[in-house]
């Protein structure tokens, strides 16, 4: 079985850009959450989709968004980029969330100049 | 809001020695519990979760914690350590779909 990928896995952008990451599921998981991690802050939820509608969010602000298709496969959204947002965004997908186990995959790692 | 601390953010051990990594969490009903274990340049990987079955929890590679409630506590441990056990390690409590880490604790582990 597929584990979860992450497309791309490096990105580099300027300040004021935006940029989308995508994140394929394990096949058969509907839920898909992400997070950001930053040697600073650590390791920080951003949001949780299932079955196409977003059921937690985190604490970021609104040029943070996020969906997920009929498929499960999700995209990240980040519009006006700032230096702050340079981080490994990860993505892990389960089953149906809230008990199960949270596969992770290996991150896009966004770097802002 | 729950929050999870993990001290020391760098643990050395030598190679077979006991693996002590702690953990304590803040939440007045005591959620699910985590610990993830991430090695350089990959996402994390489950090593065991608690989920009020049993307080003693087995994980993968040799791992366990215990669950201890009066000291909202749990702690990570393994008998003796592996030169391949050389890692980050978060403790991480909520919902499978919505975590809070600890900040991490850096395993590395010497001849």
């Known amino acids: 079985k597929a584990g979860v990928t992450q497309t791309p896995r490096y990105l580099i952008k300027t300040r004021g850009q935006q940029v989308t990451l995508s994140c394929s599921p394990i096949?058969?998981?509907?839920?898909v959450s992400w997070y950001q991690q930053t040697p600073g802050q650590g390791l920080q939820f951003l949001f949780e989709?299932?079955?196409?509608?977003?059921?937690n969010k985190g604490n970021f602000p609104g040029r943070f968004s996020g969906r997920q298709f009929s498929n499960s496969r999700s995209e990240m959204n980040v519009s006006t980029l700032e230096l702050g947002d340079s981080a490994l965004y990860l993505c892990?997908?389960?089953?149906?969330?809230?008990?199960?186990?949270?596969?992770f995959g290996p991150g896009t790692r966004l770097t802002v100049l | 809001a729950q929050s999870v601390t993990q001290l020391g953010s760098h643990v050395s051990v030598s190679e077979g020695a006991l693996v002590l990594l702690r953990c304590n969490y803040s939440?007045?009903?005591?959620?699910?519990l985590f610990w993830y274990v991430q090695y350089p340049n990959q996402g994390l990987q489950l090593l065991l979760k608690?989920?009020?079955?049993?307080?003693l929890v087995k994980g993968i590679n040799g791992f366990e914690a215990e669950f201890k409630k009066s000291e909202t506590s749990f702690h990570l441990t393994k008998p003796s350590a592996h030169m391949s056990d050389a890692a980050e390690y978060f403790c991480?409590?909520?919902?499978?779909?919505?975590?809070?880490f600890g900040t991490g604790t850096r395993l590395q582990v010497t001849l």
């Open positions: 892990a997908s389960s089953l149906s969330g809230k008990w199960d186990e949270q596969f």
């Open positions: 096949s058969g998981h509907r839920s």
């Open positions: 989709y299932f079955s196409e509608t977003q059921r």
């Open positions: 939440s007045s009903v005591p959620p699910y």
């Open positions: 608690y989920t009020s079955a049993a307080t």
């Open positions: 991480a409590a909520g919902t499978a779909s919505k975590l809070t």
